[in-house]
């Protein structure tokens, strides 16, 4: 069934005969880099867009896993906060976003006669409210990944075989993800979360958000590693270094990590719009 689906994913790039991938170095965004650039060679390029919600590490990992493939790598500016609306956080946020993103990447396709750009969107993206997939539609951004079939899980085990390290890399979604829908987005604010995820990620964390409440973090961390994050002395030591990024206050959230916790406070009729 898996390679099947694989099967599809390569008839389908090769009957795109070139395209532009936006590429954030992230698990499905890699793979799908790889695989188009398996298929379509030269005709194949990824597209990473730097801004302030997109962490250092994050790109300095892209460039990384972008000449591990072979691909071309072309770097653009998209700053979200200079769009109107953007930094006072509505729920529907990821859609202007994705729509300054994909315009982008639509243009640097259009200047080196691509024909196509793709998301690396899967088919589990379809269980969450992610209205940047409006804008994907609007835009006529194909999503391979999703056209085929392709679970996350199913993605992981193919990176794997392909001896990508992303293989099982933790999720990561933009920074802007982790205010309250309504609670204004700065550049400050940004960067305390950058700060604060980082270091976390430094002392052996791997999966983990740090929620912005203005002057309360919640903190996510994985099920595998909460026994790890009960230590007194731990506890003190990250409450400190919390409060030297600018937090007055430090929670750990008692579900830990999942995507869209900021998605749960939302009804049925906030999300269909």
Same mark, same amino acid.
Request: glycine share 8%; aromatic share 10%.
């Given at each position: 069934?898996?390679?099947?689906?694989?099967?599809?994913?390569?008839?389908? +790039?090769?009957?795109?005969?070139?395209?532009?991938?936006?590429?954030?170095?992230?698990?499905?965004?890699?793979?799908?880099?790889?695989? /188009?650039?398996?298929?379509?060679?030269?005709?194949?390029?990824?597209?990473?867009?730097?801004?302030?919600?997109?962490?250092?590490?994050?790109?300095?990992?892209?460039?990384?896993?972008?000449?591990?493939?072979?691909?071309?790598?072309?770097?653009?500016?998209?700053?979200?906060?200079?769009?109107?609306?953007?930094?006072?956080?509505?729920?529907?946020?990821?859609?202007?976003?994705?729509?300054?993103?994909?315009?982008?990447?639509?243009?640097? /396709?259009?200047?080196?006669?691509?024909?196509?750009? /793709?998301?690396?969107?899967?088919?589990?993206?379809?269980?969450?409210?992610?209205?940047?997939?409006?804008?994907?539609?609007?835009?006529?951004?194909?999503?391979?990944?999703?056209?085929?079939?392709?679970?996350?899980?199913?993605?992981?085990?193919?990176?794997?075989?392909?001896? +990508?390290?992303?293989?099982?890399?933790?999720?990561? /979604?933009? +920074?802007?993800?982790?205010?309250?829908?309504?609670?204004?987005?700065?550049?400050?604010?940004?960067?305390?979360?950058?700060?604060?995820?980082?270091?976390? %990620?430094?002392?052996?964390?791997?999966?983990?958000?740090?929620?912005?409440?203005?002057?309360?973090?919640?903190?996510?961390?994985?099920?595998?590693?909460?026994?790890?994050?009960?230590?007194?002395?731990?506890?003190?030591?990250?409450?400190?270094?919390?409060?030297?990024?600018?937090?007055?206050?430090?929670?750990?959230? %008692?579900?830990?990590?999942?995507?869209?916790? %900021?998605?749960?406070?939302?009804?049925?009729?906030?999300?269909?719009?």
């Amino acid at each position: 069934m898996l390679y099947s689906k694989k099967k599809i994913l390569d008839e389908y +790039l090769k009957s795109l005969e070139s395209v532009a991938v936006a590429y954030s170095g992230g698990v499905d965004s890699t793979f799908l880099l790889k695989a /188009a650039y398996l298929v379509l060679g030269e005709k194949a390029v990824g597209v990473t867009a730097t801004s302030s919600t997109y962490p250092k590490r994050e790109f300095e990992e892209a460039v990384k896993y972008a000449k591990l493939i072979g691909a071309k790598h072309i770097v653009i500016e998209s700053e979200e906060l200079d769009i109107d609306g953007f930094s006072e956080n509505p729920i529907d946020r990821c859609y202007y976003c994705k729509n300054e993103l994909f315009i982008k990447v639509g243009e640097v /396709a259009k200047n080196i006669g691509f024909k196509n750009v /793709a998301d690396g969107s899967n088919l589990d993206d379809t269980g969450d409210y992610r209205p940047g997939m409006k804008a994907a539609a609007e835009l006529g951004v194909v999503s391979p990944l999703k056209y085929a079939g392709l679970t996350k899980e199913d993605i992981r085990v193919l990176s794997k075989e392909m001896d +990508l390290p992303t293989w099982d890399k933790p999720a990561f /979604a933009c +920074l802007s993800s982790r205010f309250p829908y309504g609670n204004k987005i700065t550049s400050g604010k940004l960067t305390m979360v950058e700060l604060a995820e980082q270091y976390l %990620m430094d002392i052996g964390f791997r999966q983990l958000r740090v929620r912005h409440h203005e002057n309360l973090a919640r903190v996510e961390i994985g099920e595998k590693e909460f026994a790890k994050i009960l230590d007194k002395n731990l506890l003190n030591e990250i409450d400190e270094k919390f409060k030297g990024f600018g937090f007055s206050y430090v929670c750990l959230d %008692m579900k830990g990590y999942r995507t869209g916790s %900021m998605n749960e406070v939302l009804d049925k009729n906030s999300k269909t719009g």
